[in-house]
Each structure stands twice: as C-alpha cells, then as structure tokens.
C-alpha cells in the first residue's frame, strides 16, 4: 500500500530524482505485494516480516538497501556494500539505470531470504514453546 508521506517524499525529491524514486517503489510494490511502506527517519522504509528495505536520495544517485541479503553479493554483481553489516544497496544514477527485470530478480531474491528468515524464526519460537520447562 502506497503511503501518503512517502508521496510527499517522492515529490520533494530533485526532478531528475523523482522518476527513479517512482520506478523503484514501483517495482518494490510489485514484486512485494503485502510489503508496507512507511516514512521513518525522513526516508521510505518498507517491511515484510520485519525491515526489509529503505531507500533514499544520496550524493550519487538515488540507493535501494536491502536488509540481511549480504549472500546475494555473490549472484548479483550489482550490489555493493559500504560498511553496513547487514545492508546491501543498489544505486540508480538515471532511470534509463534501471533494467526491471533484473531490479524485481534481485527484489524477488530478496524475498526469498526474508521468508526463509521468517519460517526460521517461527519454527525456533515454536521449537521454544513445545520444549518442557525443569
């Protein structure tokens, strides 16, 4: 879902930003169906199962973050690392930056991770409340 204070952000972006800020919320929203959005710390947030991305407008271009997808540093050269331990971002300079489907294969990928994560942290707390307490 599509937040208001997430428009705003959008719109208060340079002009030459604020179509790459579209295509990439675009495509987080398509490829992530139940991901909420939200505004926090004047940037777009967006969680599935806990933080899953945040973006924002920096010196070179406008960055996408994905959370705990360092391992897809391997599969997708695009991504880099600055020294964030469990932050991996992509960076569109210009729109024409952006091939779609190789942004929703790394979105979807991401996903993957993010479920993956979930089902483990569900089965340990299960795991947790099924064992006897001495």
Known sequence: MYHP???AYIEGLPDHIQPIAEKV???LHACVPNIQERL????????LHGMFA?????KEGYEISL???TDLLEVFPQLYRRNRKLFVSLLFQKKSDIVTQELELVLLSAVEIHAE????KQQKTKKKA?????
């Open 5 to 7: 204070q997430v428009d």
């Open 25 to 27: 919320r675009q495509c």
């Open 40 to 47: 926090s710390f004047n940037i777009p947030f967006y969680h």
């Open 54 to 58: 945040y973006c924002g407008n920096t």
């Open 67 to 69: 959370a705990y997808c």
């Open 117 to 120: 994560r979930h089902l483990s």
């Open 130 to 134: 099924s064992t006897p307490k001495r």
